[in-house]
């Protein structure tokens, strides 16, 4: 092929995810440049590390120049946590609800369906606002909790209370008592901030598609939790709408409602926010676009290449942007779950993964470094030279 990604003039853009439980995005990028270089030594590269408002959205964060800030929250089961959002000198904040509630922070990781509160992401969001924000890009996804954002809300000053006049209890399940919602002592601070929902799913509060039949069993739910949990957030919602007003039961509906337990929900109803795709606002705010105005070939990955990264995940939205720009785009990962006809139609062209150097997983997981530089040394051969 004769295309200008072939000569050693190329300049590569590595944007890829993490390798969940395996590499951060910066070490993929660093491996990956590592290997590059293995097979054209002095080629130039440069990286911005991506994620896409789910867990690693802090470190993408701070890998392209934020400050890193640390605070104790309370952990989804209430034990507490320490949890880093990352700030900008211009205001900007990125505050990942992973960092306060994700899955990491259940003890032992034992899961909490119904009481796993997000009150501890109300915390760091506060944090974020004593520490000066006035736009807060809020990333959420990978979450322990399904509580709606109830638990976030009540933290900067929203009171839910049951017939007894009593706080309901933290999380999910608990909704199902409540009688009164009342958002006026909500931060007022809130309300002069610019706050983007950065979702990694587009999916409803309740019904089938909702975030307890959906993301539910993956934080434990059995059947008869995710049946609980629908009916609870359902009600959760029209006493919010009692309280603020019809246009609650609409947010019920919007895509991004049923991310991460239904904080979405929370944060349309509660902190007025505009939901945006997670990638799309993580590419922005990390750089992406300058970035990708220098190069001339993009690499882009994360651990697990499947259905569900064709739905908006990291690669989708670089891959798109690339291709936009006429680029080609290839992909690295720990495991490849895509036919070539599905990486194609995401404008992808091709994927190596780390299971066919090495098919054992636990290996593929313990030496995903080393496999990572030998799979881009043969990417590099396949394509840079
Ligand atoms: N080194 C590796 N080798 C093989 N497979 C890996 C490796 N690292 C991660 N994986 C696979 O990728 C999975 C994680 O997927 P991935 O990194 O795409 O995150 P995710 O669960 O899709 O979450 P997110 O939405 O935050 O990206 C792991 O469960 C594992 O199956
Ligand atoms: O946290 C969750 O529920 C999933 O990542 C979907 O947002």
Redesign the pocket.
């Known amino acids: 092929m004769a295309d200008a990604s072939r000569t050693s003039t190329a300049h590569v853009l590595i944007a890829a ?7 951060t995005a910066a070490e993929v990028a660093g491996h990956v440049t590592a290997g590059l270089r293995r097979a054209v030594p002095g080629l130039t590269v440069s990286a911005v590390p991506v994620a ?1 408002g ?3 959205t802090t470190q993408a964060a701070v890998a392209a120049g934020f400050a890193p800030q640390r605070v104790q929250v309370t952990g989804p089961t209430g034990v507490p946590v320490t949890a880093t959002f990352a700030l900008r000198g211009d205001g900007t904040a990125v505050v990942e609800m992973a960092e306060a509630s994700g899955l990491q922070h259940l003890p032992k990781g034992v899961f909490a369906p119904l009481t796993a509160t997000t009150y501890g992401t109300g915390e760091l969001l506060r944090a974020a606002l004593d520490a000066g924000a006035t736009s807060i890009v809020f990333g959420v ?2 979450s322990a909790t399904t509580d709606g954002g109830a638990g976030m809300l009540a933290a900067l000053g929203a009171r839910f209370l049951d017939a007894d006049g009593e706080p309901v209890a933290p999380g999910g399940g608990p909704l199902r008592d409540l009688a009164t919602a009342d958002l006026s002592g909500l931060d007022p601070r809130l309300a002069k901030t610019e706050i983007v929902l950065a979702s ?1 799913v587009d999916n409803p509060l309740t019904g089938p598609k909702g975030a307890p039949a959906v993301y539910g069993p993956q934080k434990g739910a059995s059947e008869e939790d995710v049946a609980t949990l629908d009916a609870a957030l359902a009600h959760y919602a029209e006493v919010l709408a009692r309280a603020v007003g019809p246009e609650a039961a609409e947010h019920a509906l919007a895509p991004g409602a049923g991310a991460a337990g239904g904080i979405g929900f929370g944060a349309l109803v509660g902190l007025d926010a505009v939901f945006r795709p997670g990638i799309d606002v993580m590419l922005d705010v990390l750089g992406f676009a300058p970035a990708l105005a220098q190069a001339t070939f993009v690499i882009t990955g ?4 499947d259905a ?2 064709l739905h908006g ?2 690669p989708a939205g670089v891959a798109a942007a690339a291709r936009a720009a006429g680029l080609d785009v290839v992909a690295v990962c ?2 490849l779950q895509l036919p070539q006809e599905a990486l194609a139609a995401a404008g992808i062209r091709r994927a190596y993964a ?2 066919d150097l090495e098919p054992d ?1 636990a290996r ?2 313990a030496e ?1 470094g080393p ?1 990572l530089e030998r799979a881009a040394e043969r990417l590099a051969r396949d394509f840079l030279v």
């Not at 994360?302 to 290449?305: A, N, P, R, T, W």
């Open positions: 995810d993490k390798f969940k439980g395996s590499l896409d789910g867990d690693g996804g990978g990694d994360e651990g697990s290449l569900q990264t995940k990291a720990g495991r780390l299971t997983p593929c997981m995903a496999l």
